[in-house]
Nanobody, 131 residues
Framework: QLQLVESGGGLVQPGRSLRLSCVVS???????????IGWFRQAPGKEREGVAY????????SYPDSVKGRFAISRDNAKSTVYLDMNNLSPDDTGTYYC?????????????????????WGQGTQVTVSS
């Protein structure tokens, strides 16, 4: 079992940046790097969509075209925290942002892009981009 808690959301003007954090906790001795992690967002009336993915173990990152070059996922294993850095935000980026995890995977590198593939979810943090 993992517990994920997001923070860092808020109201931001178009063109500005924001960093989201996701603190991950689990059973004693768990290794964050053994899990595949994803950031997803959901706007009212829309389906949940992925915005950043990090592979288990290798830490390989990938992004959909809608955010590529603007968003970056990273992790600090010592702090058991995953980050989402968002730059040049636009109103289209407005939504509730969730981090999610699946695993653990023993040494293998997996990337998951569908929310249905994730087992653990945080409660979400709201991001509103507006002038």
């Amino acid at each position: 079992q993992l517990q994920l808690v997001e923070s860092g959301g808020g109201l931001v003007q178009p063109g500005r940046s924001l960093r989201l954090s996701c603190v991950v906790s689990g059973f004693t001795g768990f290794t964050l790097g053994a899990y595949a992690i994803g950031w997803f967002r959901q706007a009212p009336g829309k389906e949940r969509e992925g915005v950043a993915y990090m592979s288990s173990n290798s830490g390989h990152t990938s992004y959909p075209d809608s955010v590529k070059g603007r968003f970056a996922i990273s992790r600090d294993n010592a702090k058991s925290t995953v980050y989402l850095d968002m730059n040049n935000l636009s109103p289209d980026d407005t939504g509730t942002y969730y981090c999610a995890g699946v695993g653990p995977f023993d040494g293998r590198s997996f990337t998951y892009t569908s929310p249905r593939q994730y087992d653990y979810w945080g409660q979400g943090t709201q991001v509103t981009v507006s002038s």
